[in-house]
């Protein structure tokens, strides 16, 4: 479960105004201040501590000053990087306008803009557009010629990253970052859906001073559940993401339409995910959709406390994503049969040619490709030795983060029997 000090910005961040106790906030020392300003920082929760603080100013007067310092920084960071972005999307805004291409905004910007309402208060992360598939061609030659990282002999993004339908389009010169996505789901992990239905119920706002279309609120809010629970599969996306969803239920630009949400949920495959994310929300923040959305989303062993405190903890992991156990050792950890374990490793050795293409980012008829496999192994023995040798000398915490990633898996792959 989150540390005393997660569960305290929890509270500061919960929907209930009486919350955290007074008496609990008394207690802190400025130790504790510091560690809590420290653990503001690290979940992207900087602005939300600081303005809290604000509106607390005898608590206010007791946090070191260096503590407030590196709050106020991390704000004008924030701030600095969101208008950097804002820039960046304007001029792909236009390119692609220009060229007649069009794209979906998804999250980030999105919320900043729309429901957060200030730019201060969120970081956008990378900007996420979505295209679809017949326009990813004329997207590449476009982007090439606005001096983006392509691949000189790629005529379509598509070729070198098929193995995750996405492509992370990054500018050498002004940093701009871009996910290209033509799917919103893994081509190997998830199942596929109709992104054509987003496109048609899609809406318009203006963003980064540009027109753009959107996913409309209904689906924005399922994306942002599917991104969390089902795609990270709640890893290290921290408690950022349930203040995301808190903010588009309580912050809405205009009413949701529940009854749309709820039958989209179930059209998607998503409800299982879509129900324990909206579950923890209701339960840490103190925010709710309708008891009805939440009735008409609960699966079968609803009360399951285990997936919930599994998905909580995944939460607040702070190690970055490169230190994770990774999908293969946890495969080869869960494989029952020596045969079956052997099967799994000759895939991950020898995968389709256009994995090793989308890995290194180049052409699948690269023709250096066969080197590239050669990496790729020394890369795979480097990660996966030292994490296997920790499950197998039982280390305390790979094994529990194999039990936790096993319990989220299982549970979310349960949705047919829900």
Known sequence: MPTPFADLLLQILHSNPSLPAPDRLAALGPSDWTTLTRQAIRDRLAFQLSEYLKTNQGLRARVPAADLQRL???????????????????????????????????KGLWLVETIYGDLKARASGDIDLLLRPQDMPRFTALARTQGFKVPSDCTDLRQIAAINNEFKLIHPVTGAFFDIHWSLTHPIDEVAI?????????????????????????????????????????????????LDIAQVITRLPRPIDWDDFLARAHELGWSRGVWLMLELVREHLGVQPPA??????????????????????????????????????EHLANEKTARGRVVLLLKRLFPARRYIANYFTVAIDHPGIHWLYVKRWGIIITQMTPR???????????????????????????????
């Not at 936790?404 to 792959?413: A, D, G, H």
């Open 388 to 418: 296997a040798l920790q499950l197998w000398t039982n280390d305390p915490r790979r094994t529990a983060e194999l039990k936790r990633s096993t319990t989220i898996t299982k549970w979310l792959r349960s949705e047919k029997a829900s």
């Open 72 to 106: 106020n920084d991390r704000v004008r960071s924030t701030l600095l990087y969101n208008l950097r972005r804002q820039i960046q999307l304007r001029t792909m805004c236009l390119a692609c306008e220009s060229a007649g291409i069009p794209f979906l905004l998804l």
């Open 194 to 242: 109709d992104e054509d239905r987003f496109w048609q119920r899609s809406e318009s706002a203006t963003l980064a001073g540009q027109p753009c279309r959107t996913p409309c609120l209904e689906d924005h809010l399922l994306l942002l559940c599917f991104h969390a629970a089902i795609h990270h599969r709640f890893q290290y996306v921290g408690p950022r993401a349930m």
């Open 292 to 329: 009805a959305v939440l009735d008409g989303l609960r699966p079968t062993g609803a009360d399951d406390a285990d997936i919930r405190k599994a998905a909580l903890e995944a939460m607040f992991l702070h190690q970055q994503p490169k230190q994770m156990l990774g999908n293969t050792v």
